[in-house]
């Protein structure tokens, strides 16, 4: 049986929250990754920023949806997430875009119980948090290559 230490990634990439979006996005691109952690000046992990994350800004904000009860309006959007919508619209920095505390795995996690919170959360990237410092990432290629069969010692 898997464990996460057995499969995670261990070469963290991670950016600030003050990184710039722009940069954030080609740190993505260029590794071929779909979401980066977000450490502090300390390196304690407060977010992550995933490409969902930064496709929310091509978004239109959405208008309100309002029906009349009793002749006053009643909106069936609150403004809480309006307001969030518009701030990761409007994004420039990766404080403003990630998405803040973020579910983590430790590394003695099973694999069956990751795959059930992607495939339950829609999550792609899961930080792997130990004993609170960030050691690494879990991504849905990783779980993938547990499919696939060992290597032969020809086969190398």
Request: proline fraction near 6%; aromatic fraction near 2%.
């Amino acid at each position: 049986m898997f464990k996460v230490k057995d499969i995670m990634t261990r070469e963290l990439i991670t950016v600030s929250p003050e990184t710039e979006i722009i940069h954030a996005a080609k740190l993505l691109l260029q590794n071929r990754i779909n979401g980066v952690p977000v450490t502090d000046k300390m390196g304690k992990l407060v977010g992550i920023l995933c490409q969902s994350d930064l496709i929310a800004q091509q978004k239109k904000l959405p208008i309100p949806s309002v029906f009349t009860f009793l002749n006053g309006l009643i909106s069936l959007t609150s403004m809480k997430q309006i307001e969030k919508q518009a701030q990761k619209i409007a994004a420039i920095t990766v404080a403003q875009a990630m998405t803040p505390n973020p579910v983590t795995v430790q590394p003695d996690t099973d694999i069956e119980e990751v795959a059930a919170l992607m495939v339950d959360k829609s999550f792609h990237t899961i930080p792997v948090v130990d004993e609170g410092k960030l050691v690494g990432v879990v991504g849905k290629e990783d779980i993938l290559r547990t499919l696939m069969p060992a290597p032969e010692a020809g086969d190398l």
